[in-house]
């Protein structure tokens, strides 16, 4: 359901996230005037008392360039490298200052991934990892998460919110019954860990250390045994 991408963006980063409208997907080579970029949607809008998808309009220079981007989605593609100017706003015209961005430059050649989601204060930021861009070689999987436990089965609100950690970053807050997500990652090993919204982990949950082979399609759903104890199966296409 799945990932991952602080300075280096934090003055450019939302241009990103403003042009991903704009462009074709990318290639897994960036060309020396090109960047190559994976954004996430991952804060999720109860967190800040408003809708669970926390629909945004983002806008380049004046201009929307992306409207409707919400909780849960990923977007891939490439840009031109340049500098951009970015503001981003709720569907009311509300914006959100925390990540309204000058002008930045951001260089070709390089693979960046973004996620957006909420600092320890509960303000929305970004989170960026840029590294540069390696020749092709299919070294990536893709990965589906469904949370498909409803938490009245356990005593708890149905929603059962839960967050999903990845290599012991948080991933996915605010991740509930019903939700899916997906998206790729590099090949490598990984250990996914989940815990409530308090903190208290939820141990049968774990999946991991396990080493993902590149070209995988794996499926992680959050489920009940038989005798209504959470885990996740784990399948591999």
Do not use: C, W
Not at 125 to 135: D, G, R
């Amino acid at each position: 359901m799945f990932k991952k991408f602080r300075k280096f963006a934090a003055l450019t980063i939302v241009a990103i996230l403003a042009l991903t409208a704009m462009v074709t997907p990318a290639p897994a080579l960036a060309a020396d005037n090109t960047f190559n970029l994976t954004v996430t949607h991952a804060i999720n809008g109860k967190d800040v008392g408003l809708d669970k998808d926390l629909p945004v309009n983002v806008f380049i220079n004046g201009g929307l360039a992306i409207s409707d981007f919400r909780f849960g989605e990923v977007v891939k593609t490439s840009l031109p490298a340049g500098s951009y100017e970015v503001t981003v706003r709720l569907p009311d015209g509300t914006p959100l200052e925390s990540m309204t961005i000058p002008y930045g430059y951001i260089p070709g050649g390089l693979d960046v991934a973004v996620t957006a989601r909420l600092d320890g204060y509960g303000v929305p930021s970004l989170a960026v990892a840029a590294s540069e861009a390696a020749a092709p070689t299919g070294n990536s999987f893709d990965v589906t998460v469904e949370h498909n436990i409803n938490g009245r089965s356990l005593g708890l609100p149905a929603k059962l919110p839960v967050n999903v950690y990845i290599n012991g970053a948080l991933a996915i807050p605010g991740f509930e019954y019903g939700d899916k997500i997906q998206t790729s990652l590099p090949a490598g090993e990984y250990l996914i860990t989940v815990t409530l919204p308090d903190g208290t982990p939820l141990d049968s949950m774990t999946v991991g250390p396990v080493d993902i082979s590149a070209g995988a399609d794996l499926v992680l759903k959050a489920k009940l045994t038989g005798s209504d104890v959470p885990f996740i199966n784990v399948r591999v296409k």
